[in-house]
């Protein structure tokens, strides 16, 4: 889940720009407000794809991720 957070750039430190750009992601009609059917919705389809994901992948390379072991 931290991925999802990590996103401008995607360097695994949490910036202010990191939780603007994930607020934008979750702002579906982007209107600068995420309203509670758009946090439902993003969550959601979230939720659902972390339970048929095949173990803990994600789209950083282990030298970015810096333990090929995980959190």
């Known amino acids: 889940m931290y991925d999802e957070y990590d996103i401008a750039p995607a360097d ?3 910036k202010q720009a ?3 750009a994930f607020y934008h992601k ?3 009609d982007h209107d ?3 309203q ?3 946090w439902i919705s993003w969550w959601s389809q979230k939720f659902a794809s972390l339970e ?3 173990a803990h992948t994600h789209g950083q ?3 970015i991720h810096g333990n ?3 959190h």
């Open 12 to 14: 695994h430190h949490l």
């Open 18 to 20: 990191d939780y603007g």
């Open 26 to 28: 979750l702002d579906a």
């Open 32 to 34: 600068g407000t995420v």
């Open 36 to 38: 509670r059917f758009e």
């Open 52 to 54: 048929t994901a095949n």
């Open 61 to 63: 390379a282990d030298s």
């Open 68 to 70: 090929h072991h995980c």
